[in-house]
Nanobody, 127 residues
Framework: QVQLVESGGGLVQPGGSLRLSCETSGFALENLAVGWFRQAPGEEREGVSVISTKERTTWYRESVKGRFTISADDATNTVYLDMHSLSPADTADYYC????????????????????WGRGTQVSVSA
């Protein structure tokens, strides 16, 4: 049974940093693409970053490039999202998800390609 559990969210000041963790179980990381998504109140869910350890590739949405870094630890089956230079625009619920459509998922970051979802963790950026 595929499970994903997010942690690491919280309240941070503008310009600050956070590390989100996604603990996965029920599959080997190399067999699925794993991504981070976010949804702000009243907005659609959007892809933030995706990683495929099998293809050794990542995807980032344009607005987080250079500020966010996705990584994966095969030993612990954990995927991380390191977020720096946070702004209020990054405030949202952040979700971890996994997809068997590896190439499409890591190429586009489209939420509809992801079959398995965690419950999310809240990130608030405010002074």
């Amino acid at each position: 049974q595929v499970q994903l559990v997010e942690s690491g969210g919280g309240l941070v000041q503008p310009g600050g940093s956070l590390r989100l963790s996604c603990e996965t179980s029920g599959f080997a990381l190399e067999n699925l693409a794993v991504g981070w998504f976010r949804q702000a109140p009243g907005e659609e869910r959007e892809g933030v970053s995706v990683i495929s350890t099998k293809e050794r590739t990542t995807w980032y949405r344009e607005s987080v490039k250079g500020r966010f870094t996705i990584s994966a630890d095969d030993a612990t089956n954990t995927v991380y999202l390191d977020m720096h230079s946070l702004s209020p625009a990054d405030t949202a619920d952040y979700y971890c998800a996994a997809s068997s459509y590896i190439l499409s998922a890591v190429g586009t970051g489209r939420p509809g390609l992801f079959e398995y979802w965690g419950r999310g963790t809240q990130v608030s950026v405010s002074a």
